[in-house]
């Protein structure tokens, strides 16, 4: 049964560029949370996308976005880089979309590191 | 937004050595995970307990949600269960996870 997978493991970018991440749910798991974790700090809610739409949205502004796709998999585009998105970035999957009780399980996540 | 406080922020302890780690939460909520993140950052899943007791080995927790907090008990810790525990909840309103701060945990050999 394979868990949730995320690519690529490292990045390197410079400010102002652009970046996608990208996350495979574990098997027959439906709903993809992502969430940023700076370093030293719990990690924070990003947005969640179920049944190929943005469910909800955290504190976090415009330049971040996201898609699900008819397989569930997910991507996260962030725009116009900062210093300050630099951190390690979680994805989450779980099944039955943003109002259901089920676990959230993670993936190893992807550092990005903003130069 | 719902606030999640963990306490302590830092524990060091000696191999074999028993530790409560606890989780407040200022809200409702219908689900709360505790999590062992490890040196490379991956999260693992340790419970998810939105009442009740549950016990894993030598991992145990506790959550009283009509009092708001949460307890994980590590028994006879190991080198091994070095790493930050994060508990999560989810409010009722909502879908997201909110996280507390950790708690830095240290075992010794």
């Known amino acids: 049964d394979a868990g949730v997978t995320q690519s690529p493991t490292h990045l390197i970018k410079t400010r102002g560029q652009q970046v996608t991440l990208r996350c495979s749910p574990k098997?027959?798991?439906?709903?993809v949370s992502w969430y940023q974790q700076a370093l030293g700090q719990g990690p924070q809610f990003i947005f969640q996308?179920?049944?190929?739409?943005?469910?909800q949205r955290g504190n976090f502004p415009d330049r971040f976005s996201g898609h699900q796709f008819p397989n569930y998999s997910s991507e996260l585009n962030v725009n116009a880089l900062l210093l300050g998105d630099s951190a390690l970035y979680l994805c989450?999957?779980?099944?039955?979309?943003?109002?259901?009780?089920?676990?959230?399980?993670f993936g190893p996540g992807t550092r990005l590191t903003v130069l | 937004g719902i606030q999640v406080e963990q306490s302590p922020p830092d524990l060091i302890l000696q191999e074999g050595a028993n530790s409560t780690l606890r989780c407040n939460f200022s809200?409702?909520?219908?689900?709360l995970q505790w999590f062992h993140q490890n040196p490379w950052g991956q999260l693992i899943n340790l419970f998810y307990?939105?009442?009740g007791t549950k016990q894993n080995g030598r991992l145990s927790a506790t959550t009283v949600a009509t009092e708001r907090y949460s307890l994980l008990y590590i028994s006879s810790s190991q080198t091994t269960d070095s790493g930050v525990y994060f508990c999560?909840?989810?409010?009722?309103?909502?879908?997201?996870?909110?996280f507390g701060e950790g708690t830095q945990l240290t075992v010794n050999p």
């Open positions: 098997s027959g798991h439906d709903t």
């Open positions: 989450a999957s779980s099944l039955g979309g943003g109002w259901s009780y089920n676990e959230q399980f």
């Open positions: 809200d409702s909520v219908n689900n």
């Open positions: 996308y179920y049944e190929e739409e943005e469910r």
């Open positions: 307990i939105p009442s």
């Open positions: 999560a909840v989810r409010e009722t309103s909502g879908s997201r996870l909110t």
